[in-house]
């Protein structure tokens, strides 16, 4: 029996949304993937002494994944550009470039299987995944259409897990498994947060400083934009009178305006890599409209230089500051509770006084 064909997968980027898919899709054609190892700050490093200075850490941490799988020993590479996943909703220009990027920085041998997803142009995820299956010397038709299906198969499961409260990386385990649990989690907790990031910031634990669990052991009730449908997100959006122009927009503005409106948080943090453009005009979008409503947001920025100390130190004071805040309004119902008792009784004694005189 031949050995497997081997894919390498950075652990980077659209890994963290798609690769459900991923995984259902090449192992359906027949490869055996290969990871890279999970980001370490010499990974960081390794891909930040390839780039310019001035380029956003997910790339320089992709660079890094990709390197880690040449020093693997991985001789089949998939980077993918993924332009736009719908008709003007763009990735930014470094995503939609990342062949290109790692082309021109790296200059190892090596096979890139660069398929693109672009919308735009016509160009859906059927011609993507054929896209895929013929720079692989595959060009069985049934076959590809049936990987393209178990791909789904696969996120699909995954998709319903995050919805119905699953953690990223229990949804994950179990879809990749093959199983599917989507019973109701609800963690009761006295706050809660939503916090808007791209996934492959904020459910890679060495660059989100491992934020959901540091929230967690602080007993705060944590959303993200895996809890909220498509649907949805879009909805809340328009409902703030916005449109979606980013491809990851859904993840960032449609997570906040989701749980804003269903008034379902007691506060919102934005998590964003330092010097992203798309980030900072979603940012301050939904900054703008949690004014509005007085609801406390705090904006996380994070590059290679971040430190943990400080990250710590600003987390703790934005819980303390909504543990305060809810106090408060608690204190403010108990008394207006407490008035309006008093207000009642006195309307009732004087009735009582009245009918008696």
Avoid at 51 to 66: E, M
């Amino acid at each position: 029996m031949s050995e497997k064909r081997k894919i390498g997968i950075p652990r980077a980027i659209s890994y963290y949304n798609n690769y459900p898919f991923y995984y259902g899709f090449f192992t359906c054609l027949g490869f055996d993937i290969l990871l890279s190892d999970k980001t370490t700050t010499k990974l960081i490093n390794d891909g930040g002494q390839m780039v310019v200075s001035d380029t956003c850490l997910p790339i320089k941490v992709y660079v890094g994944h990709v390197l880690n799988l040449l020093d693997k020993g991985c001789d089949t590479i998939f980077v993918p550009s993924i332009q736009s996943i719908g008709y003007k909703i763009n990735n930014c220009s470094k995503v939609r470039g990342l062949p290109e990027i790692i082309r021109n920085v790296i200059n190892r041998p090596f096979t890139m299987i660069e398929p693109t997803l672009d919308k735009t142009e016509n160009l859906g995820i059927k011609d993507f995944c054929f896209d895929i299956a013929n720079q692989l010397n595959i060009f069985d038709k049934k076959l590809v259409e049936k990987a393209i299906k178990s791909g789904w198969d696969y996120y699909n499961r995954f998709t319903l897990m995050t919805q119905s409260g699953l953690s990223y990386s229990e949804a994950l385990k179990n879809a990749i498994e093959g199983r599917l649990d989507v019973k109701k989690v609800e963690l009761v907790r006295p706050l809660s947060v939503v916090i808007m990031g791209h996934g492959y910031n904020l459910f890679d634990e060495r660059l989100s400083m491992n934020l959901i669990k540091k929230l967690e052991k602080m007993n705060i009730k944590v959303y993200t934009g895996l809890n909220v449908s498509r649907e949805d997100a879009i909805k809340s959006i328009h409902n703030l009178g916005e449109i979606q122009y980013w491809a990851n927009e859904l993840e960032l503005t449609g997570a906040a305006a989701y749980y804003m409106q269903q008034n379902k948080v007691d506060g919102i943090i934005a998590l964003t890599a330092f010097g992203c453009g798309p980030d900072s005009l979603m940012v301050d979008e939904i900054q703008y409209h949690a004014k509005e409503i007085n609801l406390p947001m705090m904006v996380l920025t994070i590059d290679e230089h971040t430190g943990e100390a400080g990250f710590v130190t600003r987390l703790e004071a934005f819980v303390d500051m909504l543990v305060r805040r809810r106090r408060k309004a608690l204190k403010k119902a108990v008394t207006l509770k407490f008035n309006n008792s008093v207000t009642k009784q006195n309307k009732e004694e004087r009735v009582l006084t009245n009918s008696l005189s």
